[in-house]
């Protein structure tokens, strides 16, 4: 009874077909999430005057941070700047690099150099290449006197001797093994070896194997709104809010969770609304940390009142202007080192040379156009919000204040749309490798770079 048992379950384990088993953690469960965030305020006079908001409230950047990365963003500057290269760090960050003018042209005056002084200078420039002696002894050769003379070693060849011939060695040649003793050869010096192989020649063929791995998305980008943009394009008809941001990410299961800063893109440093989220898993959910300020105009207080300002927003967007060298000058000329701030450290503000994307810059005639100082603070009042909330997948999540509103939501994607994604990407990669084998084959590399 035992023995059919166990044969039974043989049976049952042999007959699965491989397809049907599973992988682990099964296909629905990719490590790669997708989240989607909107900010909303409100700064309607009768929404502000409804409650008494803390007099000076403590605000700042946390000292790691980063930004969503924006491919438009980076596509329009270098539109614009066409001369400069521009760069963009897996944190955020931007830099344009403007390109260096050239020097002006310096030519000597003529009642500077006299004629002879001239001749004197080409002398000069002549004698510094250098001549080559060997040539100039090849030259001078007679070619008469190249006679062949007899080595040596050999000396004169004497009456009675006589020239032997060299001594070759015998030469092996394969029998056949099916008819040995019928083999004769006419010359002596041939040995033959019964039984060898006849000499074969192999021949080696190339066997082209091309294999590419299906790669994955990059993470934090900033994408379009994919579940919240119908829910939000109603909620726009029907509420005043204003909204600060809309934005969307991919992260995988190796992505740092650093605080990302979300602010709506200023000029003077000081947006309508400034601050961060940061997003942290706990067991098979994720808590979502929401840091943010709203400057007001503080019509609300008494005339009287001030508070300090708080931190600037950081500068995203750095230009580096590099000056001309100038001519005549045999030292090199340096401005002082400036800083620019860095998503991977807010200290680095104060380092003596530029950080970008975690590494150190030097900067040698460099103008950033960051200002000297920072800004003044256009408002009078904030109004700070600092909560974390849990954020269950694939269900909505409104967070309700007053003046600040938050939307969240986020889901994992599954292996199947995690290597859908892989395949739009390597396509997409061998299109454009198509297209720039296809433009160099039109146009040479020593005419493409000519302007037209």
């Given amino acids: 009874m035992t023995v059919r048992i166990l044969a039974c379950l043989w049976l049952c384990i042999a007959s699965r077909p491989l397809w049907a088993v599973p992988l682990p953690g099964g296909f629905d469960h990719s490590g790669w999430y997708q989240f989607e965030l909107v900010v909303m305020v409100d700064t309607r006079a009768e929404v502000l005057e409804s409650e008494t908001w803390p007099l000076v409230p403590r605000v700042n950047y946390p000292a790691q941070w980063r930004w969503l990365r924006e491919p438009d963003t980076l596509a329009l500057l270098k539109q614009t700047h066409l001369s400069a290269s521009v760069a963009g760090s897996a944190s955020g960050h931007i830099l344009v690099r403007e390109a260096a003018p050239l020097p002006p042209s310096w030519e000597p005056p003529a009642s500077m150099l006299t004629e002879g002084d001239l001749v004197l200078i080409n002398d000069l420039i002549e004698l510094g290449k250098g001549t080559d002696s060997r040539a100039r002894a090849r030259e001078q050769e007679d070619p008469t006197d190249s006679v062949p003379t007899q080595s040596p070693s050999a000396g004169p060849l004497l009456p009675f001797e006589a020239i032997t011939p060299a001594v070759t060695s015998p030469s092996l040649i394969s029998l056949d093994p099916l008819d040995i003793t019928g083999v004769e050869s006419e010359d002596e010096s041939v040995v033959n070896?019964?039984?060898a192989k006849s000499p074969q020649i192999v021949e080696l063929k190339e066997v082209a194997v091309s294999a590419a791995r299906i790669p994955t998305p990059e993470t934090f980008v900033q994408l379009s709104l994919d579940r919240l943009a119908p829910g939000l394009a109603r909620y726009r008809r029907t509420s005043e809010d204003d909204i600060i941001a809309s934005v969307s990410w991919l992260q995988g299961p190796d992505s740092r969770n650093l605080p990302i800063v979300i602010e709506p893109e200023n000029d003077q440093g000081f947006p309508l609304a400034q601050g961060f989220i940061q997003l942290r898993p706990s067991g098979d959910q994720w808590r979502l940390g929401l840091n943010f300020w709203v400057n007001t105009a503080g019509h609300y207080l008494p005339d009287v009142f001030e508070m300090p300002p708080p931190p600037p927003s950081p500068q995203r967007i750095a230009v580096l202007h590099r000056a001309a060298p100038q001519v005549g000058s045999f030292a090199s000329a340096s401005a002082p080192n400036l800083a620019l701030p860095a998503p991977e450290a807010a200290a680095a503000q104060q380092s003596p040379a530029v950080s970008f994307d975690g590494g150190a810059m030097p900067v040698s005639t460099a103008e950033v156009t960051a200002p000297a100082q920072?800004?003044?603070?256009?408002?009078?009042?904030?109004?700070?919000?600092?909560?974390?909330?849990?954020?269950?997948a694939n269900r909505l999540r409104y967070y309700d204040h007053p003046v600040i509103k938050v939307l969240a939501i986020w889901r994992e994607l599954t292996w199947y749309e995690l290597f859908d994604e892989g395949a739009k990407i390597l396509a997409t990669q061998r299109a454009s490798q198509q297209d720039g084998a296809a433009a160099s084959a039109i146009d040479p590399p020593h005419l493409a770079s000519q302007p037209q």
């Fill in 374 to 392: 920072p800004p003044d603070w256009p408002w009078r009042h904030l109004i700070h919000v600092a909560d974390t909330v849990p954020l269950a």
């Fill in 193 to 195: 070896v019964p039984f």
